[in-house]
T-cell receptor
Framework: KAGVTQTPRYLIKTRGQQVTLSCSPISGHRSVSWYQQTPGQGLQFLFEYFSETQRNKGNFPGRFSGRQFSNSRSEMNVSTLELGDSALYLC??????????????FGPGTRLTVT | AQSVTQPDIHITVSEGASLELRCNYSYGATPYLFWYVQSPGQGLQLLLKYFSGDTLVQGIKGFEAEFKRSQSSFNLRKPSVHWSDAAEYFCAALPGNNDMRFGAGTRLTVKP
């Protein structure tokens, strides 16, 4: 079956703009998590959605938001972009997101560059 | 504070040599533990995971990890490294609240 897909793969934006990233989970998976990966801060958890509801949230400012649609596809939005938002944004999906036996599968990521 | 620590930022080993990557966690209760590998420009691939039971866990690509509660460690090992193992390796912990925490990563270089 198809893996987790993320679009676009690469993106260049200017400071102050906003951006929307998309993630399509593996078919049947209902939990989608987002992570930010930077050289300085490493991998950090942004938020997790399950059945169209944000269930968990990491320690990021309100400029970072997301949503999940009824087909489990998810989008994340970053408003008023800052240079520090340049990162690889990874999406991961799982059946229920409850950990344990429920493995997270990661997409290839979207590389966002803010200039 | 809850955290995952990978003490080694970069490790270089010769092809065919053994490998051990270190990981320590700091949680009140033992979380679920994972090792992931990331090749350049790629997402994360799960190598193995530990939930409970047998403290020696076998994973894909010939990797194994040993959970040691007394040392709060979950070290990754491979008896003989291949050039294709060059990548970045992340240890991760998932406590009950679903806030997955990753270590800073260890970059593995394999010398021919």
């Amino acid at each position: 079956k198809a893996g987790v897909t993320q679009t676009p793969r690469y993106l260049i934006k200017t400071r102050g703009q906003q951006v929307t990233l998309s993630c399509s989970p593996i078919s049947g998976h209902r939990s989608v998590s987002w992570y930010q990966q930077t050289p300085g801060q490493g991998l950090q958890f942004l938020f997790e959605y399950f059945s169209e509801t944000q269930r968990n949230k990491g320690n990021f400012p309100g400029r970072f938001s997301g949503r999940q649609f009824s087909n489990s596809r998810s989008e994340m939005n970053v408003s008023t972009l800052e240079l520090g938002d340049s990162a690889l944004y990874l999406c991961a999906s799982s059946w229920t997101g409850t950990g344990g036996e429920d493995e997270q599968y990661f997409g290839p990521g979207t590389r966002l560059t803010v200039t | 504070a809850q955290s995952v620590t990978q003490p080694d930022i970069h490790i270089t080993v010769s092809e065919g040599a053994s490998l051990e990557l270190r990981c320590n966690y700091s949680y009140g209760a033992t979380p679920y533990l994972f090792w992931y590998v990331q090749s350049p420009g790629q997402g994360l691939q799960l190598l193995l995971k530990y939930f409970s039971g047998d403290t020696l866990v076998q994973g894909i690509k010939g990797f194994e990890a040993e959970f040691k509660r007394s040392q709060s460690s979950f070290n990754l090992r491979k008896p003989s490294v291949h050039w294709s193992d060059a990548a970045e390796y992340f240890c991760a912990a998932l406590p009950g609240n679903n806030d997955m925490r990753f270590g800073a990563g260890t970059r593995l270089t394999v010398k021919p």
